[in-house]
């Protein structure tokens, strides 16, 4: 099964998530200029409900994105590795 996921960073510095164990698809990232640049795929109305672009035809590959300050990034993973994985952030100051 393929599972999409949007991580939202509200925050003023940007993170690096890494996922243990797989390997996925980066299919968008944003920072925004002014707001939270947050997205919710599940929203209806609002500056969140803006649909990212999606790049579908050669996303990047990686097991570690940096999400950007105040923006998201969508990633595609197929789950098909079994276990229990870490999905975290790799800034170590947590």
Not at 11 to 21: A, E, I, K, W, Y
Not at 37 to 59: E, V, W
Not at 74 to 81: P, Q, Y
């Amino acid at each position: 099964a393929w599972v999409d996921i949007v991580i939202n960073n509200l925050d003023d510095g940007s993170h690096p998530f890494h996922l243990d164990g797989y390997s996925f698809y980066v299919l968008a990232s944003h920072r925004s200029e002014n707001g939270w640049g947050s997205h919710n795929p599940y929203s209806t109305s609002g500056a969140s409900s803006i649909a990212p672009i999606m790049n579908l035809r050669s996303p990047v590959k990686k097991d570690t994105v940096s999400v950007p300050r105040r923006g998201y990034v969508v990633i595609r993973v197929k789950a098909d590795n079994e276990g229990i994985w870490m999905f975290h952030c790799h800034v170590l100051f947590y």
